[in-house]
């Protein structure tokens, strides 16, 4: 599966931002996908991930209540919906999809990967 992330740019902290993932060559629609963050000279970081039909989302603690992650299957993309950005949230974020149709918080059972977009949070 060859992933597309899109949506990143500039904002002001408490500002919106929605990212999208979009596959391409195969369907991703029997796996779960997740979202991940890094900043230079840092480690990889889980954000959050969706299950194949939705029904299970799980975010990290620092962004509950601020990001929704969805998933629209006939369009083969998912989503991150950011609000009230806040500085620590900047980073280049990453799509990728999950080994089963679950997802879990470990980078290593991704198996594609975007390309990644880069969000800015400044004033």
């Known amino acids: 599966v060859q992933l597309q992330a899109s949506g990143g740019g500039l904002v002001e902290p408490g500002g919106s931002l929605r990212l999208s993932c979009a596959a391409s060559r195969r369907t991703f629609s029997n796996n779960a996908v997740g979202w991940f963050r890094q900043v230079p000279g840092k480690e990889r970081e889980f954000v959050a991930h969706i299950s194949w039909n939705g029904a299970t989302r799980v975010y990290v603690d620092s962004v509950k209540g601020r990001f929704a992650i969805s998933r629209d299957r006939g369009k083969n993309t998912v989503y991150l919906q950011m609000d009230n950005l806040k500085p620590e949230d900047a980073a280049v974020y990453y799509c990728?999809?999950?080994?089963?149709?679950?997802?879990?918080?470990?980078?290593?059972?991704?198996?594609?990967w975007g390309q990644g977009t880069l969000v800015t949070v400044s004033s």
């Open positions: 990728a999809v999950h080994r089963s149709s679950v997802g879990s918080r470990w980078y290593k059972d991704y198996l594609s």
